[in-house]
Nanobody, 124 residues
Framework: QLQFVESGGGLVQPGGSLRLSCAASGLTADYYSIGWFRQAPGKEREGVSCISSRGGRTNYADSVKGRFTISRDNAKNTVYLQMNSLKPEDTAVYYC?????????????????WGQGTQVTVSK
């Protein structure tokens, strides 16, 4: 069974940067597209970004385009999310999960093998 562990979250000031990591174990993740999602208190889980199995295709939510960059290192079985110019509205628990495809719609219902999440807080 594929398992993910997210890390790299923390407290950062507005305008700052963080890099999240999503480490896979159990099975090789390079067969799958990987997505990043986030959920803020009282809100539904929303798609942030995804990357195809070999990294050739990426998609981003409009709210993070130009600020976040997704990448993957299949040799390390890890997917990254570089987050720059962070805003208070980026505050959420960030999760990664696997899908066969990386589609622009970023529908969480299409993803499996969810990690436990990592908290990102953007505040002064």
């Amino acid at each position: 069974q594929l398992q993910f562990v997210e890390s790299g979250g923390g407290l950062v000031q507005p305008g700052g940067s963080l890099r999240l990591s999503c480490a896979a174990s159990g099975l090789t993740a390079d067969y799958y597209s990987i997505g990043w999602f986030r959920q803020a208190p009282g809100k539904e889980r929303e798609g942030v970004s995804c990357i195809s199995s070999r990294g050739g295709r990426t998609n981003y939510a409009d709210s993070v385009k130009g600020r976040f960059t997704i990448s993957r290192d299949n040799a390390k079985n890890t997917v990254y999310l570089q987050m720059n110019s962070l805003k208070p509205e980026d505050t959420a628990v960030y999760y990664c999960a696997a899908n066969l495809f990386c589609s622009p719609e970023l529908r969480s219902a299409e993803y499996d093998y969810w990690g436990q999440g990592t908290q990102v807080t953007v505040s002064k």
